[in-house]
Each structure stands twice: as structure tokens, then as C-alpha cells.
DNA sequence: CCATAAAGCTAATGCCATTAGCTTTCGGCG
DNA sequence: CGCCGAAAGCTAATGGCATTAGCTTTATGG
């Protein structure tokens, strides 16, 4: 019999596909080893339970959103670097509804990687804000605004959590317009 | 043996007790029969499954906030009533860490309880936000923006997703100002 | 008092994660 | 060319949780 040749790599990058398909709370090691064509606890050898499958799975969706966020803020400022940015991220959520949630996970303090994948993604976005001259600790609560309130609308989006009939397009729009409005006037107020 | 008296009633609230206690995805049939003393199976009579637990958990919390929305906007209006409504929430949430994920379940379209309990929560957002002259259109999208910017906040903390020592306290008081001042200049964009 | 509905129990099944220990393949080195 | 060791993969066993079936017992109302 042949081996399937797995590695981590190949193993986390599958289960990213997995999460995509099935929903990142049904991202499981049984049906990941069924998918690979491989015995449940084969899965041992590459990854070491499932927890850390999660936690690699937030390193690759991390360091994805941090790729996406910093070549859609490229060539562009303000309000037009602030709405791509903001596009995105929930493009890439509706994209990775799986790989998505991955990213929530907080970096162990003592994975490099992670920690770097997540500061280059914050990092985008606060580079973002320094073209509405906002720095020091008014550029970290923009950030964070713009974090919540994306993440935030992504979130409830995803969950059914609007109701009303109104169009959701729309109004991702107009929060991405208040807040470019709240970062224009962030320090007259 | 005497019996333990357990009604669906009592059962719900338990496992909101259980659920602050452990965190929400701990919440499990078994730790909660525990608790009850009571074997696992005895929960069938007054839940249909882990599942419904879940949903009628999400009925209870739903409800918690609205109550709490509504008290914190009552006698309030504008800035006062938004910040109001801010706070009680992200305070419910950090007092209740357990029942407030529940909250973001979407209602069955056929549980009349829970569509009622949501569309109170909504509602004491929406009754702000006329507090700015908004409305229609504009009040909804307002309204999604405060849900996802409080509610994004709410879970970025939790999740431990703010890294820097910047004041967490802070940033999210300065976000609701920035709310305040999207709002106060949403008609002239 | 007693009959019955509901509360609670034990037993059994199935799925998932994890660990232990065995077998087999593959790549490098004599 | 063959061998040998590390790593890949396997089977078996254990334990936790959810669910279903079917039994026993407690309240309670007639």
C-alpha cells in the first residue's frame, strides 16, 4: 500500500478546506483524516491533537488576512485605503467562512509566527489610520474601532444576526462612511 | 430517594449559571446533570438535546438584554442614552461571560419568544438612534453599526484579541464617542 | 387508596479524541 | 545493491459526551 505523503503543511492547509466547507466549529480530526485517506490517529504524526490543528489553522488564516489587508491598503490612503481595507476582510470571510473564525484565536505568546502574522494584519490597518493623522494611543482606539466594527459586522452577518430586510451591502457601506466620518474628526470632538 | 423537582425553568437557568462558570462551548449536558444531581439522561425530560439548550439559553440572555438596554436608555437620550446602552451591554457581557455568546444565535423563525426578546433588544437601539434624527434607512444602518462596533469590541476583549497595553477601557469609551460623532454627522456625508 | 402521568434511572450505542504499541515504507549509507 | 533506522501509518483500547430505549418510582388527583 502507497503512503499518502503527508506533512503538516498539507495536513493544515486541507483542514482549512475542510473548515471552508463544513463550518470551523465541525472542523474535526475524523473527518479530516476521511478527506486526507487516512486513519484517524495517522493525523498524530503531523499535528498534535486538535487543538493545535485550530491553533495552525489561526496561524494560516491569520497571516492570509494580514496578505489581503496590507495589498488592498497598497497605493491607496484615507477614506479609499479605509473601504478597501474594510471590503476585504469581509470578502475574505465570506470567501473562508471557515478558515474566518480561525482568525479570532489570540497568538500564543510564544508562537513567532502567529504573533507576527497578527501584528502585520493590525499593523495594515493602523498604517491605514496614520493617513487620517491619527498616531499614538488615538491610532490604537481607531484601530480597534475599525476591528470591532468590522469583525463585528462580519460576525452577525454570518450568524443571520440581521433580520430586517434592508440590504446588508448597504449597510456595510455606510458603517465603513461613519467611520471614515468618525476618523476625519476624530480630534475635534 | 427524593426527587430533584427539575423543571425546564430550572434547568435553563442552571445552565446559564453553569455556562458563566465554564464558558459557553464548555456547556455540556453532562457537567450540567452534574451540577443538578442528577444522571444525563433525566435531562431529556425537560430538554430535547444539547441543542435546544443552547437555543432556549439564547432565549434567556436575549432577553437579559433587552431588559438591560431598555433600562439603560430609559430616562435617557443622545450621547447620554448611547453611551448608556454601551456600557450596560459590554458590562453584561463581562458579568455574564458565558450567556452573552449565546446572544448571538439567531432566533427560529418559529419561536415567537425568542424573535419577540431580539426584536426588543433591536428595538431599544433603533429608539436611540431617533434620539439623532435618523431614521428609516439611515436608523437601520445605524443600528446595525452599533451592534457590530459594541458587539465586535465586546468579543475582540474577550477573546483576549487586544494586545497592546493601550487601556481597553479607554479605546472603548473613545469608540463610543466616535459612534456619537458618526451619528450626530450621518445625514451630511 | 390507588391509578396514571411524569420524573428519574440504568443500559446500550455511536461518535470523537487521545494514547500505546506494532508494521511498513522510504531514503541514505556502507 | 542491500540494509537499517527514522518516520508514516495502522490497529486496538480507553474515556468522554450525546442520544435512545425501556424500566422503576414518585407524586398527585379522583
Same mark, same amino acid.
Request: no cysteine.
Given at each position: 500500500?502507497?503512503?499518502?505523503?503527508?506533512?503538516?503543511?498539507?495536513?493544515?492547509?486541507?483542514? +482549512? @478546506? %475542510? $473548515?471552508?466547507?463544513?463550518?470551523?466549529?465541525? #472542523? =474535526?480530526? &475524523? /473527518?479530516?483524516?476521511?478527506?486526507? *485517506?487516512? !486513519?484517524?490517529?495517522?493525523?498524530?504524526?503531523?499535528?498534535?491533537?486538535?487543538?493545535?490543528?485550530?491553533?495552525?489553522? +489561526? @496561524? %494560516? $488564516?491569520?497571516?492570509?488576512?494580514?496578505?489581503? #489587508? =496590507?495589498? &488592498? /491598503?497598497?497605493?491607496?490612503?484615507? *477614506?479609499? !485605503?479605509?473601504?478597501?481595507?474594510?471590503?476585504?476582510?469581509?470578502?475574505?470571510?465570506?470567501?473562508?467562512?471557515?478558515?474566518?473564525?480561525?482568525?479570532?484565536?489570540?497568538?500564543?505568546?510564544?508562537?513567532?509566527?502567529?504573533?507576527?502574522?497578527?501584528?502585520?494584519?493590525?499593523?495594515?490597518?493602523?498604517?491605514?489610520?496614520?493617513?487620517?493623522?491619527?498616531?499614538?494611543?488615538?491610532?490604537?482606539?481607531?484601530?480597534?474601532?475599525?476591528?470591532?466594527?468590522?469583525?463585528?459586522?462580519?460576525?452577525?452577518?454570518?450568524?443571520?444576526?440581521?433580520?430586517?430586510?434592508?440590504?446588508?451591502?448597504?449597510?456595510?457601506?455606510?458603517?465603513?462612511?461613519?467611520?471614515?466620518?468618525?476618523?476625519?474628526?476624530?480630534?475635534?470632538?
Amino acid at each position: 500500500m502507497p503512503r499518502a505523503g503527508l506533512t503538516p503543511q498539507t495536513v493544515v492547509r486541507e483542514a +482549512a @478546506v %475542510l $473548515a471552508d466547507e463544513v463550518g470551523h466549529d465541525r #472542523l =474535526t480530526l &475524523a /473527518a479530516l483524516a476521511a478527506r486526507l *485517506g487516512v !486513519a484517524l490517529p495517522s493525523l498524530y504524526k503531523h499535528v498534535r491533537g486538535v487543538d493545535a490543528l485550530h491553533q495552525k489553522l +489561526a @496561524v %494560516l $488564516a491569520t497571516t492570509e488576512v494580514a496578505t489581503e #489587508l =496590507t495589498s &488592498a /491598503a497598497a497605493g491607496r490612503a484615507g *477614506g479609499d !485605503a479605509l473601504r478597501a481595507a474594510a471590503s476585504a476582510l469581509r470578502e475574505y470571510a465570506r470567501r473562508h467562512p471557515g478558515r474566518y473564525p480561525a482568525t479570532q484565536r489570540a497568538p500564543a505568546p510564544d508562537d513567532p509566527e502567529h504573533l507576527a502574522a497578527a501584528e502585520r494584519a493590525v499593523g495594515a490597518i493602523y498604517a491605514i489610520l496614520r493617513g487620517y493623522d491619527l498616531s499614538g494611543d488615538a491610532a490604537v482606539d481607531a484601530t480597534r474601532m475599525f476591528r470591532a466594527a468590522v469583525h463585528g459586522f462580519i460576525t452577525l452577518e454570518a450568524a443571520g444576526g440581521f433580520g430586517l430586510p434592508r440590504d446588508i451591502d448597504r449597510s456595510f457601506d455606510e458603517m465603513v462612511a461613519a467611520l471614515d466620518t468618525a476618523y476625519r474628526n476624530w480630534r475635534s470632538r
